[in-house]
């Protein structure tokens, strides 16, 4: 079985970049964010503000690997690939690429927790149609 892809191209702004106009790389976590809240909206059907507000879930993450291979730069159009490393049934683990044309400019991998948004923030098992809707991102087999 082969996996699809969450694919999103974005554009390196002002707001991005340091004064050099480099993207500052603490910019790609809050972008990661952003594709990942897209993800479960678009791809998911599940939005953040039903996941955190009607079910009293997040999915925070709890594990951040990233190799930042070539800059970008303000104005680059830059294409976001998501895709399911492993899926668990509290936790997931997600591969990002992100590329300009054919060059890899940062690759990350994520580890995602699902939580309960009580006083405890305890873990929580992901609920059963979330976990279907990632199924077909996923590298491997669910577990």
């Known amino acids: 079985m082969s996996s699809i892809s969450f694919e999103q191209e974005l554009k390196?702004?002002?707001?991005?970049?340091?004064?050099?106009?480099?993207?500052f790389y603490p910019r790609y976590f809050e972008l990661?964010?952003?594709i990942v809240e897209d993800w479960f909206s678009d791809a998911l059907h599940v939005s953040?503000?039903?996941?955190?507000?009607?079910?009293?879930?997040?999915?925070?993450?709890?594990?951040a690997e990233c190799d930042f291979?070539?800059?970008s730069r303000i104005g680059?159009?830059?294409?976001?690939?998501?895709?399911?490393?492993?899926l668990g049934?509290?936790?997931?683990?997600?591969?990002?690429?992100?590329?300009?044309?054919d060059e890899v400019r940062v690759r990350a991998l994520l580890t995602l927790a699902?939580?309960?948004?009580g006083d405890t923030l305890h873990g929580a098992e992901l609920?059963?149609?979330?976990?279907?809707?990632?199924?077909?991102?996923?590298?491997e087999p669910a577990s």
């Open 114 to 117: 699902c939580v309960s948004l």
């Open 12 to 23: 390196i702004r002002f707001q991005h970049c340091d004064p050099a106009g480099i993207m």
């Open 69 to 71: 291979l070539r800059p």
């Open 48 to 63: 953040f503000q039903q996941l955190h507000l009607e079910q009293g879930l997040g999915v925070p993450i709890v594990r």
């Open 32 to 34: 990661f964010n952003q």
């Open 89 to 101: 049934r509290k936790s997931f683990r997600l591969a990002i690429t992100v590329q300009k044309g």
């Open 127 to 139: 609920p059963e149609g979330i976990r279907r809707a990632m199924a077909p991102y996923c590298l």
């Open 76 to 86: 680059d159009v830059v294409r976001f690939r998501l895709q399911v490393a492993h």
